[in-house]
């Protein structure tokens, strides 16, 4: 069952993603977004949107959870739970996506939530198939 997760999991990670989500800071784009992950650890760490006039400036949310973790000294994503506003699912942007493969497994499971639950869980290779990872950039090292 790759993709069934234990129901308190998920509902810490969802309790966690609504509360970073609650922090966003939006203002251009008016579209908060939290997400919170569950490292290797157990531990969960969460990040939020944080836009900036200077538009390209912005970092996704996903990207601030990561950043968290790192930051905290861990380096594996067991569970990521991203979601928005509204009922329908959050799937991570591409460049998260990539972000987000840096420090996935194969099972790794990310859930592209909403509003109304935790969504559909998704593995790294569902969402990135095909992907430029660290294994494929070790082959090239002399
Ligand atoms: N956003 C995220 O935080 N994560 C995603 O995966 C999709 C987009 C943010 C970026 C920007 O602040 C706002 O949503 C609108 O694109």
Do not use: K, W
């Not at 990539?98 to 194969?106: C, N, S, T, V, Y």
């Not at 790294?124 to 198939?129: G, N, R, S, T, V």
């Amino acid at each position: 069952m790759p993709h069934a997760a234990a129901p308190a999991d998920l509902t810490a990670l969802f309790d966690a993603a609504r509360a970073a989500r609650a922090h966003a800071h939006a203002p251009y784009s008016r579209f908060p977004v939290g997400a919170a992950l569950r490292a290797a650890s157990g531990a969960i760490y969460r990040g939020c949107n944080v836009e900036n006039a200077a538009y390209p400036s912005g970092i996704c949310a996903e990207t601030s959870a990561i950043a968290a973790m790192v930051c905290a000294g861990e380096r594996r994503i067991a569970q990521l739970l991203v979601l928005g506003e509204g009922t329908d699912p959050l799937t991570p942007c591409g460049a998260c996506r990539q972000r987000i493969l840096e420090f996935a497994g194969p099972d790794t499971l990310i859930y592209c939530g909403s509003a109304s639950g935790p969504g559909l869980a998704r593995t790294m290779d569902e969402l990135l198939p095909h992907a430029f990872g660290p294994e494929r950039l070790a082959q090239g090292a002399p």
